[in-house]
């Protein structure tokens, strides 16, 4: 089972960034994907879920309204897609593969590598 996380890079406050998280190895369809951060020096953080079977999401109340999950059945891929980036955001981003809906990411069984996502002031 591999998650690959893809899509990070530098942006200005106020700008848009796509991530990915291809899953291979298995099929997800009873899957639960999550995101996560982590900044510097800073625990790790839930950002959001989606539920491979279904669809609903849930997010971290500091994303709610800017950030948006989706996934792709055919790709076994899951997007977060990012708006009105600020510099808070600023994080390494983990996509997770677990069995529950939930913000703890040690119920989380498989994770991805991590993509550095910067936004700048």
């Known amino acids: 089972v591999q998650l690959q996380a893809s899509g990070g890079g530098l942006v200005q406050a106020g700008g848009s960034l796509r991530l990915s998280c291809a899953a291979s190895?298995?099929?997800?369809?009873?899957?639960?994907l999550g995101w996560f951060r982590q900044a510097p020096e800073k625990e790790r953080e839930f950002v959001g879920v989606?539920?491979?079977?279904?669809?609903?999401?849930s997010y971290a109340s500091s994303v709610e309204g800017r950030f948006i999950i989706s996934g792709d059945n055919a790709k076994n891929t899951v997007y977060l897609q990012m708006n009105s980036l600020k510099p808070e955001d600023t994080a390494v981003y983990y996509c997770?593969?677990?069995?529950?809906?939930?913000?703890?990411?040690?119920?989380?069984?498989?994770w991805g590598q991590g993509t550095l996502v910067t936004v700048s002031s």
């Open positions: 997770a593969a677990g069995r529950v809906v939930s913000s703890n990411p040690k119920v989380y069984d498989y």
């Open positions: 989606i539920a491979w079977s279904g669809g609903s999401t």
């Open positions: 190895g298995r099929t997800f369809s009873s899957y639960i």
